[in-house]
């Protein structure tokens, strides 16, 4: 069988975290969507048009990629998209606690949806959107954190990071 | 591509909770293999013949899993069956450290093999082949909590539950 | 001795984990106080009127529950009611760790309160007001999580889940 | 109604912390029965008597604790003695899903019984008769720690603290 | 060598666990400086200058202590002062995970700078500013949990505690 | 003031986590001494003097580090060698409560002596000696985790990795 999964999230903007989980991701599945939550509640830096272009960017020209936007209840779009596995990475037992309730939750809205989780590289481990957009937004330096592409996005946001 | 996974534990003996991981990991998952660690150190109730039989046992007749052993490390197992996926659960805080731990060292050992997670079910986050051992060898009741093989295996390891 | 105890919360609005944790307090002590907090600061969906009215309406008619309201420190309102022992439910680490920086700091202010924690049942560890909330504004369906008059009181604020 | 709880453990030795957990269920209950477990498998340092001893020393004579020991299950003994409730402490993340397992599990096999907890005492929260040994069998100062007749007992065994 | 570090924070207010962390950091290296941060972004009690003024009066007259504040990245300030050890404190997990996230993003940042962490004393692990705060503005007690000048400017915005 | 820290540990053997905390350690404090615990009743791979052998041939010739064992409380070598900071590194949640346990007791039995924790290094989080003998023992590859004479003495402890 094809198989192909949904790699939800934020992206606010794509870290090299996520990159990781991307590759690491099609080792195993035939296909990918990599899909940008529009949430009206939570504040974002960046549009959700900016955030899906830096994530094409950075991928490149892959054919088992899709990015796409979704909102309201993940597993709707799930349902919609026919596809039955989510994608998620964990770092620390904070994401462990948070990620356990959704999956608990998405199984009863959906028993035919699976989450599977990856643990984030070790390099990866420390890193998250919100710290990268805290340092750069002090003028820290960035750079090996996210993609090229995000990384020039911060700096005309935050006004050069040198 | 078909996609083939290792689903590796000590099951002693299998429970419920393992049995839950294994259909799920088929809803995803071509191919799955049981492996049993044959690992000398660890004390085991059940030999490792007893413990593959009450598995084939309760997985019945089904073509799209096999039950092997290993001994060893786990990612020479993988190579030899030329397995890239690992098939984990994760139950509460103490499995996430040990097994955040297996998997970065896995991966530093194995980079073309893949950890991946699922969190057990409500049901079944509070139930291990440990505490079953444990209530089974103090006279208690572990029906509904591990095949109807395994109950009876318990009941006559331990001299029945009543 | 009459043992009294008070469970207080947001019971924004009231959940079946709150009910059962209710239930199961009913079955230790003789009467049970359930305080409503007012709390200036935090944003509810539901006013206090409303909160009051679902919990009264679910729980039905019960000579050894009183539902009630609470501004300020919950000491305080102990002191006031002549109530010494707290209930409280515990899901998950994050949980734990308000609770016993609360329980510490509680027990400094008036060493005579005593808190209680029960562990939340397993069909409701992953089930929380503020969850319920974000699945039913996005449409998701919440049955058997909220008893029929939080149900029918979730639908009026947003549209309908059906 | 009388209410009457049971609060079980090894006691091997009894220490501060476990006699303020007394003082404190105490406060709530009419009545409690602290219950030494006699496992066999557990290896104490003190015998059962000698447990039993040093807790009816420590508490001196009060007429609404009891002082006994059980084998087996607790949820049988709880039956065998009529009560429904189970006392026990936490003190940290560790305790907390132990406890957790512990209590998910009990509800299962008796969901009549309800188990209790109650927040170590911040002077309390590092103690347990696990380190108290260790540091006493090392020659370390243990006063404060334990009551005088635990104190006396763990010298006897050690040698003397200095 | 002359030992210098720098103990970062938000002290709005300061408490008597911070003292207590500088005392004891006090100790072991010759000099220490106490850093108010400046966020733009987090809403505090107290300004700056306040908080500069709360800190002085607490410590008295030390001639191995001063007290400064700053903007940005920590660590663009260590390097400014030239200053290569960072002092903080440890309560609980949550703590944990993110000075965890922040030591390593520093040392990413600047591998030069070291982060030494000490555990809070038992009587400090419960406290925090912000329940200090919570506590002070429903009008209770907070005494012996700051120091006097706190305590004073505490009563002065929310209007005295007795 | 000559700052002087001991480390200490069992170091069974020595990993190149080991001598990242002590090389990050000799940044802070003019003198180390790494103190090799001598526990009867650990069961530990290699004998003291073997250990002390292997991280003295790691360390090689430095004249700010010593290398030294102790038995007994840890607190009563510090007082004997008058040194006043114990340094401790800090892995994962599990560490921590271990870690503070043991802090807050010894902090109880010797209030002079200070415990400073380093966050291990992104690279060593996953990193212990008890995993590296775990994989060495079945053949497993542990170049790159401990130094060049750990990894020699492994082999010939278990025959060779290949």
Redesign the interface.
């Known amino acids: 069988?094809t198989?192909r999964a949904v790699y939800p999230g934020s992206f606010d903007p794509v870290t090299n975290g996520h990159l990781d989980m991307i590759e690491?991701g099609l080792?195993?599945?035939?296909h990918l969507i990599v899909a940008v939550a529009v949430n009206a509640d939570k504040r974002c830096l960046f549009t959700v048009e900016e955030r899906l272009d830096l994530i094409r960017r950075s991928l490149g020209d892959r054919p088992n990629v899709a990015v796409d936007t979704f909102s309201?209840?993940l597993?709707?779009y799930m349902r919609k998209r026919q596809v039955?596995?989510v994608l998620r990475g964990?770092r620390?037992?904070?994401d462990?606690?948070y990620?356990?309730?959704m999956?608990?939750?998405n199984?009863?809205?959906a028993p035919?949806v699976?989450?599977?989780?990856?643990?984030a590289?070790?390099?990866y481990?420390?890193l998250?959107a919100r710290?990268v957009k805290e340092?750069a937004s002090?003028?820290?330096?960035v750079q090996?954190l996210v993609p090229p592409a995000a990384l020039e996005a911060l700096r005309r946001k935050f006004g050069g990071t040198r």
């Open positions: 069988m198989t690491r080792n195993v599945f035939d309201g209840l597993i709707e039955r596995v964990l620390a037992i904070s462990f606690e990620e356990l309730q999956a608990l939750m199984r009863r809205l035919e699976e989450t599977f989780f990856m643990m590289g070790e390099s481990s420390y998250s710290i340092i002090m003028g820290g330096e090996g």
